[in-house]
């Protein structure tokens, strides 16, 4: 190799590991990228929910949010990341649960909870038993 496609290699610009991001679809999530992914989430959790915006122009809104500061997402990347973080949110949010487990360590599993803690895929209203003993979460009266 020579010395000047050593120098090219070299000077490789942002623009260029941008577009490369863009064409191979492959973004490294930092963890302020994915703070703000989870605060913009939570900001926009009514406009899922309503039914007045599409998810997919809401996710666009997210992306667009992040790019404002410099993190060059999409919104299919956005959705992404964040099924990825409610996997492994819901992941640890099931061992936690299981008698005899020992505690698991994640970074994000304060904040997932405080955003999806109480949403009944995560906690359910009520469960079902073969024993025929009614099973209800503990915020509700049991009949």
């Not at 590991?17 to 064409?23: F, K, V």
């Not at 989430?41 to 410099?70: M, N, P």
């Not at 949110?89 to 698991?104: A, L, T, V």
């Not at 970074?107 to 803690?117: H, K, R």
Request: proline share 3%; with cysteine.
């Amino acid at each position: 190799m020579s010395n000047v496609s050593n120098d090219k290699l070299l000077s490789t610009t942002t623009d260029e590991i941008e577009t490369t991001n863009e064409l191979t679809g492959a973004f490294k999530w930092p963890n302020e990228a994915i703070l703000l992914l989870i605060e913009e989430y939570q900001k926009r959790s009514d406009d899922f929910c309503s039914g007045k915006v599409s998810q997919k122009k809401t996710w666009q809104a997210i992306s667009d949010s992040l790019s404002k500061k410099e993190y060059f997402v999409s919104g299919p990347q956005c959705l992404s990341k964040f099924s990825d973080l409610k996997r492994t949110y819901k992941s640890i949010k099931d061992h936690i649960n299981k008698s005899g487990n020992g505690p698991r360590i994640w970074v994000y599993f304060n904040i997932m909870d405080s955003v999806n803690g109480t949403k009944p895929y995560i906690k359910p209203i009520a469960t079902a038993s073969s024993t025929g003993v009614r099973n209800y979460s503990s915020n509700d009266e049991s009949v």
